[in-house]
């Protein structure tokens, strides 16, 4: 056990040693590193320690591709970096009112110099489908499917299955959906219907996430 403990000891101490000789050039980031290395400094994947952690690609010493901060007042930054400065495309996700709110930036040298607007929905997964309309009619926070539709008018369909992430369901012949809605919203149809020629029934399938409020209209044609 003795020799187990000595072993186990002198590997730590070489792991720590090897550790101290790769160093990050970044000061905000010199305290402590861990991971590879090349030359002295910190090269390819590792974690570092500072006025803030950071997690993810270095070159030569400084943080560089993809990477993940975390500052002291609980913003996090995840995105691109050069040479120790965000760079590129990153979102940044703050508390505002007490509530996490995540925004995408295009940054030059650590510089905040356009907001990307992501699209108001994006269709996850579609199987079977011919046509699909996704629009935002106005009014409440509602969203709407009319599955296997032509013109917004619901024909028939077998096997329904409806799923959504928040809101009060509505499920008769005028409207299939859900009321009170919270954005942003994750919904999931499947159904069983017949194609145009009425010769092979399919399985029609859609995943949608919307996250612009609205009052929403999904129309599904097969």
């Known amino acids: 056990m003795k020799i187990y403990l000595l072993a186990l000891s002198f590997i730590v101490s070489l792991f720590v040693s090897a550790q101290e000789s790769c160093k990050v050039l970044l000061p905000s980031l010199d305290s402590l590193y861990k991971g590879e290395c090349k030359n002295g400094l910190a090269n390819g994947?590792?974690?570092?320690?500072?006025?803030?952690?950071?997690?993810?690609?270095?070159?030569?010493?400084?943080?560089?591709?993809?990477?993940?901060?975390?500052y002291p007042d609980g913003t996090v930054y995840n995105g691109l970096w050069k040479n120790g400065l965000r760079n590129g495309k990153g979102s940044l996700t703050s508390k505002e009112n007490s509530r996490e709110v995540e925004k995408t930036w295009i940054w030059e040298n650590d510089v905040k110099q356009k907001e990307v607007i992501p699209p108001p929905y994006r269709i996850i997964t579609q199987r079977n489908i011919g046509r699909l309309r996704v629009f935002d009619q106005g009014g409440t926070n509602s969203v709407w499917f009319y599955p296997n539709s032509d013109g917004g008018?619901?024909?028939?369909?077998?096997d329904f299955f409806l799923l959504a992430s928040s809101g009060r369901e509505i499920f008769d012949i005028q409207k299939i959906g859900y009321e009170e809605v919270t954005f942003p919203f994750k919904g999931s149809v499947k159904y069983k219907a017949w194609n145009k020629l009425r010769t092979v029934e399919q399985e029609i399938l859609l995943e949608i996430e919307i996250s612009k409020p609205g009052n929403w209209v999904v129309e599904i044609q097969n």
């Open 153 to 158: 008018v619901i024909s028939g369909f077998q």
């Open 45 to 70: 994947s590792g974690e570092a320690w500072g006025k803030y952690y950071y997690k993810g690609k270095f070159m030569n010493g400084y943080p560089h591709g993809v990477g993940r901060a975390e």
